[in-house]
């Protein structure tokens, strides 16, 4: 089976030019990042895009209207990534229904690990440190698939695909078989890719295609080109 | 859920970190069972950082009212700050992490973390905002005598609230081999109600105090409130007093009770100085110790539930009130405690009791960069 392709971008005015470049270039799901002041769980390539994309305006409501433009570009499914802080201000439940309503797939809050507002259907994040107990509620309560974080760490590019994986991976199967698991944070060219696609279903790409994408379209298109090709010959 | 206080607390943090925070919150819990880690921060308290701390009446300040001061400037370092920072390496030593990661705003947790992480031989990184270390350059200079790597924050408003993310960032790296000693009373759970305990002391030694020296408790409790630490250890011991009128005092220019919204920063719900969108305001503050756009979870319960009322004070009343204390009473306060005091003529008290949470040594430039 063809493994998953995930891109994460930060929501802003060329949003939708470059979702569509990544899907022409292989992106099976795009993240659409809603900027926060204060990103907990990012490095500095994702903090410096939403410091700019704050200062360019796009605050939650420029975002969900981003997220629908987006929709209008692309088939695949857009998931929006955030923070607690976003969804306390605009109403957690209405967050949930207004970034439906404009063609999400589901959401992904950073720093809201599962068991905090239970009601909220999202995609869960697990960790090398989370225990198999942690594991088996975060698969429980997903929405969909699972996101294996990488790293021991916040997101950002590292040189090679970390060792945690493997282990996480083989855990995550054992607990909670037949949920999809995507693998995200740290990875940023073709060999990482295919190296923990091997070992998933699936990857997402964040902070090195925020930085090809500052080059544009086109480089996006050919960068995400590169994962997608390192992805089909694993398979 | 694990909010705590009413519809605050929390733990809005990445899950990386959540298996730390339940092995901190069971490594609390048994702590708090073991007569020996009392006995030990009992010891420490006394042979080490100079406690009981005194209470001192402050007659020429405010010869209209019976004001008393509880002398947390002539604890050990400078601050109060010490007394969650000793306990919390007790503790991060039960844990077996042997590296320390902090963040300071005016310094004084900085070095209150820089002096236990010498006293117990632990690696200590404190963070740091590239301005709070240009108008606190001394406590810069402590903390790098005392052995700590002061790591400067340059991006974002360049103060607390940026040093404080930067820290957690450190710790979701190293979470394996590091605890983090945050310094106040913020922070996902167990956090809050750890350092709420550890500064529980001001209030049970000012209540004896008090009642030793007046026969009665106090009518009006202050302190000053950035995070809260050392106010939610004062009125800790005064909570349960209905008679006794709770009064927080923010900086003006970073009123996350006064003029905040619910919100969540830091891991926590509370009260946060946010934009209608959620994103994080800057605070203004002469004081780089209230210069914080959070506050912890519990003070924003009591401002809710009515047992707690917090005011302002400008940066120009605390200026006044930070000169009139030393002129008055030989004593040079640090401009955080310095805005509680500009607040005491105008309470419907004679009776008080304030928290003089630190001795004012580190703001000497930024005060006498301003005449008069």
């Not at chain 1, 899907?23 to 500095?44: I, K, M, N």
């Not at chain 2, 009139?324 to 008080?352: K, N, S, Y």
Request: charged share 25%; aromatic share 6%.
């Amino acid at each position: 089976m063809s493994k998953t392709l995930a891109i994460y971008l930060m929501s802003g005015p060329n949003t939708p030019d470059l979702a569509e470049a990544a899907v022409e270039g292989g992106a099976d799901l795009v993240e659409l990042g809603f900027p926060f002041s204060d990103p907990l769980a990012d490095g500095p390539v994702v903090r410096r895009a939403a410091e700019r994309a704050l200062a360019e305006g796009m605050r939650t409501k420029a975002c969900l209207d981003c997220l629908a433009a987006v929709r209008e570009r692309v088939e695949v499914p857009l998931v929006p990534m955030t923070y607690s802080s976003l969804l306390e201000a605009y109403g957690w439940e209405r967050f949930a229904e207004d970034a439906r309503a404009a063609g999400a797939a589901s959401l992904i809050v950073a720093d809201l690990p599962a068991g905090e507002r239970p009601g909220l259907r999202r995609i869960q994040l697990v960790a090398p440190t989370s225990t198999d107990e942690r594991l088996r509620i975060a698969a429980a309560a997903t929405d969909g698939w699972l996101y294996l974080v990488t790293v021991t760490g916040t997101t950002g590019a590292r040189a090679g695909l970390s060792s945690s994986l493997a282990q996480l991976a083989e855990r995550a199967r054992a607990v909670a078989p037949g949920v999809e698991l995507y693998a995200g944070f740290g990875i940023s060219t073709p060999a990482d890719a295919r190296a923990a696609a091997a070992l998933t279903d699936g990857v997402v790409v964040g902070s090195r295609a925020l930085e090809v994408a500052e080059d544009g379209p086109s480089a996006l298109r050919d960068y995400v080109a590169s994962l997608r090709d390192a992805l089909d010959q694993g398979t | 859920m694990t909010e705590t206080y009413g519809a605050y607390g929390g733990r809005y943090v990445p899950e990386t970190l959540i298996p730390a925070l339940d092995e901190l919150t069971a490594a609390w819990e048994e702590a708090l069972a073991d007569e020996s880690f009392r006995a030990e921060l009992d010891e420490l308290a006394r042979d080490y950082a100079g406690r009981p701390t005194p209470l001192t009446r402050a007659e020429r300040f405010a010869p209209d009212k019976r004001l008393y001061l509880k002398r947390e400037d002539l604890l050990h370092t400078g601050a109060h700050k010490l007394n969650n920072a000793l306990g919390q390496a007790v503790l991060a030593r039960r844990l077996g992490k042997q590296r320390i990661v902090a963040e300071t705003g005016a310094g004084q947790h900085g070095v209150a973390t820089a002096t236990v992480c010498a006293r117990f031989g632990f690696d200590c990184v404190v963070y740091m905002g590239a301005e709070d270390m240009r108008r606190q350059k001394p406590n810069v200079e402590r903390m790098g005598l005392l052995g700590a790597e002061v790591r400067p924050v340059e991006f974002g408003t360049k103060t607390l609230k940026e040093a404080t993310s930067e820290s957690i960032r450190d710790w979701i790296t190293n979470v394996e081999t590091t605890h983090y000693l945050i310094g106040s009373c913020v922070g996902p759970a167990p956090y809050p109600a750890i350092v709420r305990e550890l500064q529980a002391v001001i209030g049970r030694e000012s209540r004896a105090q008090i009642l030793e020296a007046e026969g009665r408790l106090p009518e009006a409790v202050v302190a000053c409130v950035g995070g809260g630490s050392n106010a939610i250890g004062m009125f800790a011991g005064f909570i349960e007093d209905a008679e006794v009128e709770i009064v927080g005092v923010e900086a003006a220019g970073a009123a996350s009770l006064g003029t905040g919204r619910a919100g969540v920063l830091h891991g926590s719900r509370s009260s946060v100085l946010a934009d209608e969108d959620g994103q994080i305001a800057d605070a203004h503050s002469i004081s780089a110790g209230l210069d914080y756009p959070g506050v912890g979870p519990e003070h924003a319960y009591l401002r809710d539930t009515g047992r707690a009322r917090y005011v302002g004070t400008t940066d120009d009343e605390a200026l006044a009130a930070f000169r009139r204390l030393t002129r008055t009473e030989g004593i040079i306060p640090a401009l955080e405690p310095a805005h509680a005091l500009a607040r005491v003529d105008e309470l419907d008290a004679e009776l008080i009791l304030l928290c003089l949470s630190g001795r004012g040594d580190k703001d000497l430039a930024e005060v006498l960069a301003r005449p008069e």
